[in-house]
């Protein structure tokens, strides 16, 4: 049966919530990020969680973790929110850019070789809108390079590969709970790792590396990125219903697909045999043939009062890179043209199968 409409918010989630404001641990600590921490490693198949304030912060930990030193790089997809890759240029590294697999979107593994150098310190996966990337062929280049791998899983919470949950691959992952992703505690994040020693001193970069023995004795600089009690009480609730997200989030684009399988000049989300997809947003790509560019088919939609968005521009494009001087000249063909002909619209969990098919009778008229 396919479920309807999914709240954003449901009733045990406000008990929870209420639970830890009774209590009276309203801050850092507390029994529910205990609990979150535990039961989304555990979800993801790994042995320790650090909840922290976002997704961006998140990563700024897991490359904190790496320790680069001045000129180290990071091999990353281009086509990415922006977080990852302004993690490494604060953190004094150099990400070194791969383009997109056309079909997936997701990082394209045979570009990675050539890209990896003497100063390489570790791969950056980004998962793509719900869809795996390619992670054997990402965890074999890692092992024969000696590479540290980081998975960026913010919009991949519960997809597989190869039967296997994302953001429990590579070495670290981590993942943002902001209220458009899978599970959101309206704000919030968590890094997981392999080892004791990783999880130590993530805790420690997240509250100020603040000493177990002498508290104010610092021997680096950490951050304030801690995630709080009330915050995780949100995130134990929506663990508990993951399988009813993640199934409403496959049926929204089942719909989709289903309406817009026969439509020309349109690429639809794929899920590669190997993958199981989520769905985060479903994206689609015009071709040159549709005679139209992503953002004049979303001024058309928005006049019939559907709301979208563009895809990622590729970080080569970002102004703020170029100024400090990276990547110039470089070209990624796949990435440019997903940022200029792609767009996603609207597939929220409480969006109705009606909704959904208004939605893409719009999108059909639009493109006639
Ligand atoms: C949303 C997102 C982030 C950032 O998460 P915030 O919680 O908004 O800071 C990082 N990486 C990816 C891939 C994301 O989709």
């Given amino acids: 049966m396919i479920p309807v409409a999914e709240p954003l918010v449901t009733e045990r989630d406000i ?106 310190r570790a791969i950056l996966v980004v998962h793509i809108y719900g869809h795996p990337a390619d992670m054997d062929a990402i ?55 392999r080892t004791t020693e990783m999880a130590e001193r993530a805790r420690s970069l997240r509250n100020l590396c603040f000493q177990k023995k002498q508290r104010f004795l610092h021997d680096e600089l950490g951050y304030n990125f801690r995630l709080t009690n009330l915050q995780a009480a949100l995130g134990v609730g929506q663990i508990e219903r993951m399988e009813q997200i993640v199934a409403r989030k496959r049926a929204i684009a089942n719909v989709y697909s289903e309406c817009l399988k026969d439509v020309p000049g349109i690429q639809l989300p794929a899920e590669a045999l190997w993958a199981q997809n989520v769905y985060w947003v479903y994206g689609i790509v015009l071709s040159y043939e549709a005679g139209l560019t992503a953002l004049q088919l979303s001024e058309r939609l928005r006049k019939l009062g559907i709301e979208t968005r563009q895809f990622f521009l590729g970080m080569h494009e970002q102004p703020v890179f170029q100024r400090m001087g990276l990547f110039g000249g470089e070209r990624y063909p796949v990435a440019e043209h997903l940022a200029r002909q792609g767009l996603y619209i609207p597939s929220g969990l409480t969006m109705t199968d009606q909704q959904i098919a208004e939605t893409a009778t719009a999108l059909k008229e639009c493109l006639a």
Avoid at 43 to 62: E, F, K, Q, R
Wanted: charged share 20%; with cysteine; hydrophobic share 40%.
């Fill in 139 to 193: 965890l074999d280049i890692a092992r024969r390079h000696n590479l540290t791998v980081i998975e960026d899983a913010a919009e991949v919470h519960g997809a597989e590969y190869k039967g296997r949950r994302c953001g429990g691959l590579g070495d670290i992952s981590t993942f943002s709970f902001y209220a458009n992703k899978l599970v959101t505690t309206g704000e919030g994040g968590m890094v997981l790792v």
């Fill in 15 to 120: 008990e929870l919530v209420n639970e830890a404001l009774k209590s009276g641990w309203i801050s850092s600590a507390g029994k529910f990020l205990d609990l979150f921490e535990e039961r989304w490693a555990a979800y993801c198949g790994m042995p320790h969680g650090i909840a922290v304030s976002n997704g961006s912060t998140a990563l700024d930990v897991a490359v904190g973790l790496l320790d680069l030193q001045p000129g180290d790089e990071v091999i990353m997809p281009t086509f990415t929110i922006i977080s990852p890759a302004q993690s490494v240029v604060r953190a004094g590294g150099i990400p070194v850019l791969v383009d997109s697999e056309p079909r997936t979107w997701q990082m394209d593994v045979n570009q990675i070789e050539a890209k990896i150098s003497s100063r390489t």
